[in-house]
């Protein structure tokens, strides 16, 4: 039974404890080690918390008596009616105690958070044997072959598995991964190193970047402003909004994710004149996505340059907001790059089946799984350039003033 609530990524309340670990010099042997950055949207600090906070918990971990796991484990844990304890590479390297280099939980980073060893799962590839479902669950015992964390199946939906394919995720936030293949890729720009995908016991690397706030904006439209009754009549009321409209919406409402890491900025909307209206406010939110991608696109690319690989030419897309046909073209337009929109878009589950599926036997390898990979729409820039650069550098100006 769980001895406490499950603490979800958007969850700050461990902010003071990362901020006095930078200040005792610590963010660069987390960084080192695990690829991340020492920020509360990873699970490591939360356990601390746990462990600190909960009563009787530290107790029961020392002594062997507490299992602790991201979801994956909760899952396996309970389909396999207590049997297993385990987790993947993926899931464990955005834990801030796993070594993505030796492959192994890392004894400073646990001695760092005060964490007992005994607590942890075994760590397993994306695609192994997880253990049996219990009969009585599901009819039958069947056999737990794939797991992988949230992005990194994305990443395996979208067949992203030649270094410089990238993939972005667009549901409540927005996650692009860039894969860097077997070379792990040390970010200049504070993007997070992190395992793509653990397959027969050789790690692919890939940079990631988060913002914060995607499909989010468009329930603050809707719940709070009462701008829309929902997402879908978003894409045509950008499309009737003023084209000349200079409206920016800079959605730090919980801070600004990569390449940023600011989070104590706040939302601002620039720009307004009197003809501004709620198209041209909605029109504003769907940009600020675009542009906060060009921003991770952009430290990706130099990233990727820098370690002698070749940048991302293209963006697949998946999530929600990618029906929207007007913010998938703006999204070319803003990125000069073309965005490829599978006909599967549930990626996440798409990639979890993959990895299950080569696990049995069932796709083979690598390359029969790239085959099955179909785009259904690629949307090609249309803007002009002295039109791109002149609405970024808006969207970079009013950035500089919410950091302050």
Same mark, same amino acid.
């Given at each position: 039974?769980?001895?406490?609530?499950?603490?979800?990524?958007?969850?700050?309340?461990?902010?003071?404890?990362?901020?006095?670990?930078?200040?005792?010099?610590?963010?660069?042997?987390?960084?080192?080690?695990?690829?991340?950055?020492?920020?509360?949207?990873?699970?490591?600090?939360?356990?601390?918390?746990?462990?600190?906070?909960?009563?009787?918990?530290?107790?029961?971990?020392?002594?062997?008596?507490?299992?602790?796991?991201?979801?994956?484990?909760?899952?396996?844990?309970?389909?396999?009616?207590?049997?297993?304890?385990?987790?993947?590479?993926?899931?464990?390297?955005?834990?801030?105690?796993?070594?993505?280099?030796?492959?192994?939980?890392?004894?400073?980073?646990?001695?760092?958070?005060?964490?007992?060893?005994?607590?942890?799962?075994?760590?397993?590839?994306?695609?192994?044997?997880?253990?049996?479902?219990?009969?009585?669950?599901?009819?039958?015992?069947?056999?737990?072959?794939?797991?992988?964390?949230?992005?990194?199946?994305?990443?395996?939906?979208?067949?992203?598995?030649?270094?410089?394919?990238?993939?972005?995720?667009?549901?409540?936030?927005?996650?692009?991964?860039?894969?860097?293949?077997?070379?792990?890729?040390?970010?200049?720009?504070?993007?997070? +190193?992190?395992? $793509?995908?653990?397959?027969?016991? %050789?790690?692919?690397? /890939? =940079?990631? #970047?988060?913002?914060?706030?995607? *499909? @989010?904006?468009?329930?603050?439209?809707?719940?709070?402003?009462?701008?829309?009754?929902?997402?879908?009549?978003?894409?045509?009321?950008?499309?009737?909004?003023?084209?000349?409209?200079?409206?920016?919406?800079?959605?730090?409402?919980? +801070?600004?994710? $990569?390449?940023?890491?600011?989070? %104590?900025?706040?939302? /601002? =909307?620039? #720009?307004?004149?009197?003809?501004? *209206? @709620?198209?041209?406010?909605?029109?504003?939110?769907?940009?600020?996505?675009?542009?906060?991608?060009?921003?991770?696109?952009?430290?990706?690319?130099?990233?990727?340059?820098?370690?002698?690989?070749?940048?991302?030419?293209?963006?697949?897309?998946?999530?929600?907001?990618?029906?929207?046909?007007?913010?998938?073209?703006? =999204?070319?337009?803003?990125?000069?790059?073309?965005?490829?929109?599978?006909?599967?878009?549930?990626?996440?589950?798409?990639?979890?089946?993959?990895?299950?599926?080569?696990?049995?036997?069932?796709?083979?390898?690598?390359?029969?799984?790239?085959?099955?990979?179909?785009?259904?729409?690629?949307?090609?820039?249309?803007?002009?350039?002295?039109?791109?650069?002149?609405?970024?550098?808006?969207?970079?100006?009013?950035?500089?003033?919410?950091?302050?």
């Amino acid at each position: 039974k769980p001895v406490h609530n499950a603490i979800v990524w958007q969850d700050r309340r461990t902010a003071a404890f990362c901020a006095k670990l930078k200040e005792e010099g610590k963010e660069a042997t987390f960084q080192t080690k695990t690829g991340l950055l020492l920020d509360p949207y990873f699970s490591g600090t939360k356990l601390r918390w746990l462990l600190d906070n909960v009563e009787g918990a530290r107790a029961k971990a020392e002594k062997g008596e507490l299992c602790f796991g991201t979801i994956d484990s909760w899952l396996i844990y309970n389909l396999t009616g207590g049997k297993r304890h385990v987790t993947d590479a993926t899931n464990a390297s955005r834990t801030l105690l796993f070594n993505i280099e030796t492959n192994e939980w890392d004894d400073e980073l646990l001695s760092l958070l005060d964490v007992p060893r005994a607590i942890l799962p075994e760590v397993l590839d994306c695609c192994a044997d997880f253990g049996m479902t219990e009969k009585e669950l599901l009819g039958a015992a069947i056999p737990v072959a794939g797991v992988a964390g949230d992005q990194q199946a994305a990443t395996v939906g979208q067949a992203c598995f030649e270094p410089g394919l990238m993939k972005s995720t667009y549901g409540t936030g927005c996650f692009a991964v860039v894969n860097t293949g077997k070379q792990r890729v040390e970010s200049g720009n504070r993007l997070r +190193g992190t395992i $793509a995908y653990r397959i027969g016991g %050789e790690s692919t690397y /890939a =940079l990631e #970047g988060s913002i914060f706030m995607a *499909g @989010a904006i468009m329930q603050w439209l809707r719940d709070e402003m009462k701008l829309i009754d929902s997402s879908a009549e978003s894409e045509a009321m950008a499309r009737d909004a003023n084209p000349h409209s200079q409206a920016v919406l800079v959605p730090a409402f919980t +801070g600004l994710g $990569a390449p940023y890491w600011e989070p %104590e900025a706040r939302a /601002a =909307l620039f #720009g307004m004149t009197r003809d501004t *209206g @709620a198209k041209e406010v909605v029109r504003a939110a769907l940009e600020s996505v675009s542009y906060q991608t060009r921003d991770l696109m952009d430290a990706m690319g130099a990233d990727m340059k820098a370690a002698g690989l070749v940048s991302p030419q293209a963006l697949r897309v998946d999530g929600g907001m990618v029906a929207n046909n007007w913010f998938a073209q703006n =999204l070319a337009d803003i990125l000069a790059r073309p965005v490829e929109r599978p006909e599967i878009t549930e990626t996440t589950a798409l990639g979890a089946a993959y990895l299950a599926g080569m696990q049995t036997g069932f796709y083979g390898d690598m390359s029969n799984v790239a085959a099955h990979w179909r785009c259904e729409r690629a949307f090609e820039p249309e803007m002009a350039e002295s039109e791109r650069a002149a609405r970024y550098g808006r969207w970079q100006g009013y950035v500089k003033r919410v950091i302050g």
